[in-house]
């Protein structure tokens, strides 16, 4: 059990410019989560996969965002035309079945200039 | 709407001090009631699953209770160690994709 990867751990942008951040889950994990977590404050639910399939996004993932899970295995969030609003840890985490615990990466670090 | 909500917001404790942080929450239905733990810069860390009412866990210095509105997470005899953010997530029964829904977390500092 490697645990969860995200990369990079850190990423410093200017504002208006595209940026993508990887997760690598639990290799026998089907579920897939994005979390947002801003300074003082507990994670946000961003989205959520199935294997390869988006089944919940929140109102919180505006049309700037997409996220994929290609084949089921690592996933990408991509932010568009990024803004200052959207500094924050972007976390993934994955879990084996709903009720079971989700474990969490170390998180992406957003910085916008 | 489901809400967690933990107190205190900020706990410093002398080393070997024992208090309690709660969290409550409003969901429909409960599916379960996690804790987590986090170090800065850190991704939180897996502590605890409570399912009903009643349940308790335990590791080494940590005691999770949960009753029906609330949980405690009990430290015992703290150490400097300890000192981390600590996080309550649950996942409410209305839920077909287990997201969890987390408190703003107590953050712990223990001197020695």
């Known amino acids: 059990d490697t645990g969860v990867s995200q990369d990079p751990r850190h990423k410093i942008t200017k504002r208006g410019q595209n940026v993508t951040f990887r997760c690598d889950p639990i290799?026998?994990?089907?579920?897939l989560y994005w979390y947002r977590q801003t300074l003082g404050q507990g994670p946000e639910f961003l989205t959520y996969f199935q294997n390869e399939a988006q089944l919940e996004k929140s109102r919180l993932l505006s049309d700037r965002f997409s996220a994929e899970r290609p084949k089921g295995s690592f996933s990408t969030l991509e932010i568009q035309r990024t803004e200052q609003g959207d500094s924050a840890m972007y976390l993934c985490?994955?879990?084996?079945?709903?009720?079971?615990?989700?474990?969490f990466g170390d998180g992406t670090r957003l910085s916008i200039l | 709407e489901d809400q967690v909500t933990q107190s205190p917001e900020a706990l410093r404790l002398q080393e070997g001090e024992s208090s309690s942080l709660n969290c409550s929450y409003t969901?429909?239905?409960?599916?379960?009631l996690f804790w987590y733990r986090q170090d800065p810069g850190k991704g939180p860390e897996f502590l605890f699953t409570l399912y009903s009412a009643g349940e308790e866990k335990e590791k080494e210095r940590l005691k999770a209770t949960l009753t029906k509105k609330e949980s405690f997470l009990h430290i015992t005899a703290p150490k400097p160690e300890d000192s981390a953010t600590y996080l309550c997530a649950v996942i409410s029964g209305s839920s077909n994709t287990g997201k969890l829904i987390f408190g703003q977390g107590t953050t712990l500092q223990v001197k020695p």
């Open positions: 969901v429909s239905g409960l599916r379960g």
């Open positions: 985490a994955s879990s084996p079945n709903k009720d079971q615990p989700q474990h």
């Open positions: 290799s026998e994990h089907n579920r």
